[in-house]
T-cell receptor, first 108, second 118 residues
Framework: KNEVEQSPQNLTAQEGEFITINCSYS?????LHWLQQHPGGGIVSLFM???GKKKHGRLIATINIQEKHSSLHITASHPRDSAVYIC??????????FGKGTRLHILP | GAVVSQHPSRVICKSGTSVKIECRSL??????MFWYRQFPKQSLMLMAT?????????EQGVEKDKFLINHASLTLSTLTVTSAHPEDSSFYIC??????????????FGEGSWLTVV
């Protein structure tokens, strides 16, 4: 079993829809990152969370430390949001474990 | 703006040659830098951890003589892929951990580098 599980693996939605991507982990962590990777492009760091909730534009990230779960939400999704979204957790010894990513495709 | 700059973002090299990828921390001093590799449709995997001024610690299965890591200063780490082969074609990304002040113990990611060996 992977220590970091993301769901869904693939998601296709219509423009404007509210998107939720989930990340569950099984280890103790000091922080959790959400990353965005466009096809053939680089990595963009979206959020780093250790508790609660953060918002940046149309993106919202939440984390529940007790439940070992985080969600990334996209409101009013747009085709340019199409990318792979990666959850990465930083263990207490600074080791980072990456999820396999969620491939999001927003249709116009 | 980015706090970790990785260069080049894309590089194509001939088989048998060496290629260097740089990872710079901007506006902060990185006591530790990490290098990762991602093969198609797989997770990012840690290759090595480097602390400034000391030898890098490589993960099991990563050839240290092939992937040379230098962390000569608190703002720069380099990964050199020596005698590159097509199977080394991959996405390489670095991350840096700040050591002091507001950056202390925070990890920042570079944008990544796509390496194609032909």
């Amino acid at each position: 079993k992977n220590e970091v599980e993301q769901s869904p693996q693939n998601l296709t939605a219509q423009e404007g829809e509210f998107i939720t991507i989930n990340c569950s982990y099984s280890v103790g962590i000091s922080a959790l990152h959400w990353l965005q990777q466009h096809p053939g492009g680089g990595i963009v760091s979206l959020f780093m969370l250790s508790s609660g909730k953060k918002k940046h534009g149309r993106l919202i990230a939440t984390i529940n430390i007790q439940e070992k779960h985080s969600s990334l939400h996209i409101t009013a999704s747009h085709p340019r949001d199409s990318a792979v979204y990666i959850c990465a957790v930083m263990e207490l010894d600074d080791k980072i474990i990456f999820g396999k990513g969620t491939r999001l495709h927003i249709l116009p | 703006g980015a706090v970790v700059s990785q260069h080049p973002s894309r590089v194509i090299c001939k088989s048998g040659t060496s290629v260097k990828i740089e990872c710079r921390s901007l506006d902060f001093q990185a006591t530790t830098m990490f290098w990762y590799r991602q093969f198609p449709k797989q997770s990012l995997m840690l290759m090595a951890t480097s602390n400034e001024g000391s030898k890098a610690t490589y993960e099991q299965g990563v050839e240290k003589d092939k992937f040379l890591i230098n962390h000569a200063s608190l703002t720069l780490s380099t990964l050199t892929v020596t005698s590159a082969h097509p199977e080394d074609s991959s996405f390489y990304i670095c991350s840096a951990r700040g050591g002091w002040g507001g950056f202390r113990n925070t990890i920042y990611f570079g944008e990544g580098s796509w390496l194609t060996v032909v």
